[in-house]
């Protein structure tokens, strides 16, 4: 995760080397905008962010960030080719409607803007053993029941210090659904996106010292995914 992340990163820090807006999607309070100072100049005025988390949407207010309420399912409430990067960080599976988020960023891009998203890959040996045994994919759709989580009916692999809020309204962490690495490398070609460049990072059961090696020559399995096009 943390390499899939540092890569997410600097694909942004290199779409604003030379100014210009960004939307980052699933906000949160705006942490994203502490990383990318680090690595590039960007002023809070050059900062958007998309929130429904509405606690979160405060936090990133009182910090003096534009982060807004909005629902990423729906249309971005924002002008065409406002940005020159858009970037959704282990958001997309969270969206009841991907796809549409997806055509959203591509109206929302100016000419030569970038894309960045960060998400898991559903179509991994893990879950295809998974599946095989009879259980449910743990990075993809589940049923939304605690008790399933507790008896280990659907695997866990997030952090033991996570709270799960599966049942709740509003869940922030449930998975709805998740694309495969081809199936996202050809959907955004479909839109119009050029040079679309994926990469691959986690190729489980390998041993980690084999994992860079085999994230380069199967991609398409990977646990995690960070996509990088250009409109």
Known sequence: MDESYAKARNAIA????????????????????????????????????????????????GQGLNVVHGDLNAKIDFADEYFRCIFGLSVLEHLLNPCNFLRESHRCLEPGGTLVLLTPNISTFFTIALLLVGKMPSSGPHPDSDALLAQQETFRVSSENLKHDTETDTPVHRHLIVFSYRVLRTYLEMLGFEHVKGYGFGLYPFPNFTQKLFERIDPYHCHQMVFVARK
């Not at 999607?25 to 929130?51: I, K, M, N, T």
């Open 14 to 61: 290199d779409a604003l080397q030379d100014g210009g807006n960004c939307l980052d999607c699933g906000a949160g309070d705006g942490h994203e905008f502490g990383w990318l100072r680090q690595l590039v100049r960007l002023e809070p005025s050059q900062y958007h962010g998309v929130e429904w988390y509405t606690k979160a949407v405060e936090a990133g207010r």
